[in-house]
T-cell receptor
Framework: GAVVSQHPSWVICKSGTSVKIECRSL??????MFWYRQFPKQSLMLMAT?????????EQGVEKDKFLINHASLTLSTLTVTSAHPEDSSFYIC????????????FGPGTRLTVL | TQLLEQSPQFLSIQEGENLTVYCNSS?????LQWYRQEPGEGPVLLVT?????EVKKLKRLTFQFGDARKDSSLHITAAQPGDTGLYLC?????????????FGGGTRLMVKP
Protein backbone atom coordinates (compact mmCIF):
# COMPACT_ATOMS: atom_id res chain seq x y z
CA GLY A 1 0.00 0.00 0.00
CA ALA A 2 0.85 3.67 -0.01
CA VAL A 3 -1.06 5.45 2.71
CA VAL A 4 -0.41 9.04 3.66
CA SER A 5 -2.06 10.64 6.65
CA GLN A 6 -2.40 14.26 7.69
CA HIS A 7 -3.13 15.77 11.05
CA PRO A 8 -5.19 17.66 11.89
CA SER A 9 -8.00 17.22 9.37
CA TRP A 10 -9.23 20.70 10.07
CA VAL A 11 -8.20 23.56 12.25
CA ILE A 12 -9.65 26.93 13.15
CA CYS A 13 -7.34 29.50 14.64
CA LYS A 14 -7.16 33.17 15.45
CA SER A 15 -5.25 35.59 13.28
CA GLY A 16 -1.62 35.87 14.36
CA THR A 17 -1.24 32.35 15.70
CA SER A 18 0.91 29.60 14.18
CA VAL A 19 -0.46 26.29 13.02
CA LYS A 20 1.48 23.07 12.46
CA ILE A 21 0.26 20.41 10.02
CA GLU A 22 1.78 16.94 10.01
CA CYS A 23 2.11 14.64 7.02
CA ARG A 24 3.05 11.00 7.57
CA SER A 25 3.70 8.12 5.21
CA LEU A 26 2.26 5.17 7.14
CA UNK A 27 3.51 2.13 5.25
CA UNK A 28 6.49 3.34 3.26
CA UNK A 29 9.47 5.59 3.53
CA UNK A 30 9.22 8.85 1.63
CA UNK A 31 12.45 10.53 0.65
CA UNK A 32 10.45 13.34 -0.92
CA MET A 33 7.24 14.94 0.22
CA PHE A 34 5.32 17.78 -1.36
CA TRP A 35 3.05 20.43 0.06
CA TYR A 36 0.16 21.82 -1.97
CA ARG A 37 -2.46 24.45 -1.41
CA GLN A 38 -5.91 24.29 -2.93
CA PHE A 39 -8.47 27.07 -2.98
CA PRO A 40 -12.18 26.27 -3.39
CA LYS A 41 -13.04 24.88 -6.80
CA GLN A 42 -9.47 25.21 -8.00
CA SER A 43 -6.68 22.82 -8.75
CA LEU A 44 -3.66 22.05 -6.59
CA MET A 45 -0.80 24.52 -6.44
CA LEU A 46 2.59 23.24 -5.40
CA MET A 47 4.04 25.21 -2.50
CA ALA A 48 7.25 23.36 -1.79
CA THR A 49 9.21 20.16 -2.22
CA UNK A 50 10.59 18.64 0.95
CA UNK A 51 13.49 16.20 1.03
CA UNK A 52 14.40 14.33 4.16
CA UNK A 53 17.33 15.89 5.94
CA UNK A 54 17.65 18.94 3.72
CA UNK A 55 16.04 22.31 3.24
CA UNK A 56 12.77 22.50 1.37
CA UNK A 57 12.60 23.97 -2.11
CA UNK A 58 9.89 26.59 -2.35
CA GLU A 59 7.95 27.55 -5.44
CA GLN A 60 8.07 31.10 -6.68
CA GLY A 61 5.84 33.38 -4.64
CA VAL A 62 5.74 31.14 -1.57
CA GLU A 63 7.28 32.78 1.50
CA LYS A 64 9.60 30.32 3.18
CA ASP A 65 9.61 32.28 6.42
CA LYS A 66 5.85 32.08 6.58
CA PHE A 67 5.46 28.46 5.57
CA LEU A 68 8.10 26.55 7.52
CA ILE A 69 8.72 23.00 6.37
CA ASN A 70 10.60 20.38 8.33
CA HIS A 71 11.23 16.90 6.94
CA ALA A 72 12.94 15.34 9.93
CA SER A 73 12.45 11.68 9.07
CA LEU A 74 11.59 9.44 6.14
CA THR A 75 7.98 9.24 7.30
CA LEU A 76 7.20 12.71 8.59
CA SER A 77 7.10 16.20 7.16
CA THR A 78 5.55 19.19 8.88
CA LEU A 79 4.25 22.48 7.54
CA THR A 80 3.95 25.35 9.98
CA VAL A 81 1.93 28.37 8.93
CA THR A 82 3.40 31.17 11.01
CA SER A 83 1.43 34.23 12.07
CA ALA A 84 -1.59 33.04 10.14
CA HIS A 85 -3.97 35.52 8.57
CA PRO A 86 -7.42 35.03 7.05
CA GLU A 87 -5.94 34.96 3.54
CA ASP A 88 -4.00 31.83 4.58
CA SER A 89 -7.28 29.99 4.97
CA SER A 90 -7.18 27.14 2.50
CA PHE A 91 -7.02 23.39 2.01
CA TYR A 92 -3.46 22.17 2.50
CA ILE A 93 -2.55 18.79 1.03
CA CYS A 94 0.67 16.84 1.29
CA UNK A 95 1.90 14.03 -0.91
CA UNK A 96 4.77 11.60 -0.78
CA UNK A 97 6.88 9.68 -3.27
CA UNK A 98 7.78 6.10 -2.50
CA UNK A 99 11.30 6.29 -3.83
CA UNK A 100 13.69 8.33 -5.95
CA UNK A 101 12.48 6.79 -9.20
CA UNK A 102 9.14 7.48 -10.87
CA UNK A 103 6.75 10.37 -10.53
CA UNK A 104 3.77 8.86 -8.72
CA UNK A 105 2.71 10.77 -5.66
CA UNK A 106 0.35 9.53 -2.98
CA PHE A 107 -1.74 12.18 -1.32
CA GLY A 108 -2.87 12.76 2.21
CA PRO A 109 -6.52 13.57 2.97
CA GLY A 110 -5.80 17.27 3.37
CA THR A 111 -6.09 19.78 6.19
CA ARG A 112 -8.63 22.55 6.06
CA LEU A 113 -7.29 25.68 7.75
CA THR A 114 -9.62 28.51 8.68
CA VAL A 115 -8.08 31.65 10.13
CA LEU A 116 -10.50 33.98 11.87
CA THR B 1 7.14 26.81 -15.83
CA GLN B 2 5.43 24.04 -17.73
CA LEU B 3 1.76 24.54 -18.48
CA LEU B 4 -0.82 21.85 -18.58
CA GLU B 5 -4.23 22.67 -20.01
CA GLN B 6 -7.23 20.61 -19.02
CA SER B 7 -10.66 20.74 -20.61
CA PRO B 8 -13.49 21.07 -20.08
CA GLN B 9 -13.45 22.84 -16.74
CA PHE B 10 -16.99 21.79 -15.86
CA LEU B 11 -19.19 19.00 -17.11
CA SER B 12 -22.72 18.16 -16.04
CA ILE B 13 -24.25 15.10 -17.64
CA GLN B 14 -26.99 12.55 -17.11
CA GLU B 15 -26.35 9.08 -15.80
CA GLY B 16 -25.48 6.71 -18.64
CA GLU B 17 -23.85 9.27 -20.89
CA ASN B 18 -20.25 9.10 -22.06
CA LEU B 19 -17.67 11.85 -21.62
CA THR B 20 -14.06 12.67 -22.40
CA VAL B 21 -11.65 14.91 -20.52
CA TYR B 22 -8.53 16.24 -22.22
CA CYS B 23 -5.11 17.21 -20.95
CA ASN B 24 -2.62 19.00 -23.20
CA SER B 25 0.84 20.48 -23.07
CA SER B 26 3.25 21.97 -25.58
CA UNK B 27 6.06 19.94 -24.03
CA UNK B 28 6.71 16.21 -23.94
CA UNK B 29 5.75 14.50 -20.69
CA UNK B 30 8.03 11.94 -19.07
CA UNK B 31 4.92 10.60 -17.37
CA LEU B 32 1.39 11.67 -16.67
CA GLN B 33 -1.02 10.79 -13.91
CA TRP B 34 -4.77 11.09 -13.58
CA TYR B 35 -6.31 11.68 -10.17
CA ARG B 36 -9.85 11.92 -8.83
CA GLN B 37 -10.64 14.12 -5.87
CA GLU B 38 -13.82 14.33 -3.82
CA PRO B 39 -14.71 17.40 -1.74
CA GLY B 40 -12.71 17.68 1.44
CA GLU B 41 -10.36 14.84 0.54
CA GLY B 42 -6.99 14.44 -1.09
CA PRO B 43 -6.59 13.32 -4.71
CA VAL B 44 -6.57 9.58 -5.35
CA LEU B 45 -4.32 8.22 -8.08
CA LEU B 46 -6.24 6.52 -10.90
CA VAL B 47 -3.52 5.74 -13.40
CA THR B 48 0.00 6.55 -14.58
CA UNK B 49 0.92 6.54 -18.27
CA UNK B 50 4.48 6.71 -19.52
CA UNK B 51 4.61 5.24 -23.04
CA UNK B 52 3.41 7.15 -26.11
CA UNK B 53 0.21 5.63 -27.50
CA GLU B 54 -0.45 3.75 -24.28
CA VAL B 55 -4.05 2.89 -23.41
CA LYS B 56 -5.09 1.80 -19.94
CA LYS B 57 -8.51 0.74 -18.75
CA LEU B 58 -9.93 0.92 -15.26
CA LYS B 59 -13.46 -0.51 -15.34
CA ARG B 60 -15.47 2.13 -17.26
CA LEU B 61 -12.54 4.54 -17.46
CA THR B 62 -10.19 4.50 -20.43
CA PHE B 63 -6.97 6.51 -20.34
CA GLN B 64 -5.01 7.29 -23.47
CA PHE B 65 -1.56 8.81 -23.82
CA GLY B 66 -0.82 10.58 -27.09
CA ASP B 67 1.78 9.15 -29.43
CA ALA B 68 3.94 12.25 -28.96
CA ARG B 69 3.41 12.17 -25.19
CA LYS B 70 2.12 15.74 -25.18
CA ASP B 71 -1.50 14.97 -24.49
CA SER B 72 -3.76 12.54 -22.71
CA SER B 73 -7.44 11.83 -22.44
CA LEU B 74 -9.77 10.21 -19.96
CA HIS B 75 -12.95 8.66 -21.33
CA ILE B 76 -15.76 7.51 -19.06
CA THR B 77 -18.37 5.18 -20.49
CA ALA B 78 -21.90 5.10 -19.09
CA ALA B 79 -21.18 7.57 -16.32
CA GLN B 80 -22.65 6.92 -12.89
CA PRO B 81 -23.46 9.39 -10.09
CA GLY B 82 -20.56 7.86 -8.18
CA ASP B 83 -18.20 9.22 -10.85
CA THR B 84 -18.97 12.76 -9.69
CA GLY B 85 -15.84 14.54 -8.57
CA LEU B 86 -12.85 16.62 -9.61
CA TYR B 87 -10.60 14.94 -12.15
CA LEU B 88 -7.03 16.16 -12.29
CA CYS B 89 -4.24 15.38 -14.69
CA UNK B 90 -0.69 15.91 -13.52
CA UNK B 91 2.44 15.75 -15.59
CA UNK B 92 6.14 15.47 -15.07
CA UNK B 93 8.68 16.63 -17.62
CA UNK B 94 12.23 15.56 -18.34
CA UNK B 95 14.49 14.83 -15.43
CA UNK B 96 13.15 17.60 -13.21
CA UNK B 97 14.69 17.59 -9.80
CA UNK B 98 12.45 16.08 -7.18
CA UNK B 99 10.10 14.73 -9.84
CA UNK B 100 7.54 17.34 -9.04
CA UNK B 101 4.18 17.28 -10.75
CA UNK B 102 2.35 20.13 -12.40
CA PHE B 103 -1.41 19.87 -12.20
CA GLY B 104 -3.95 20.82 -14.78
CA GLY B 105 -6.80 23.10 -13.80
CA GLY B 106 -9.11 20.17 -13.16
CA THR B 107 -12.43 19.06 -14.60
CA ARG B 108 -15.35 19.17 -12.25
CA LEU B 109 -17.77 16.40 -13.25
CA MET B 110 -21.33 16.08 -12.04
CA VAL B 111 -23.36 13.05 -13.06
CA LYS B 112 -27.06 13.44 -12.41
CA PRO B 113 -29.19 10.38 -11.69
Amino acid sequence: GAVVSQHPSWVICKSGTSVKIECRSLDFQATTMFWYRQFPKQSLMLMATSNEGSKATYEQGVEKDKFLINHASLTLSTLTVTSAHPEDSSFYICSAKKGPQGNEQFFGPGTRLTVL
Amino acid sequence: TQLLEQSPQFLSIQEGENLTVYCNSSSVFSSLQWYRQEPGEGPVLLVTVVTGGEVKKLKRLTFQFGDARKDSSLHITAAQPGDTGLYLCAGAWGNNAGNMLTFGGGTRLMVKP
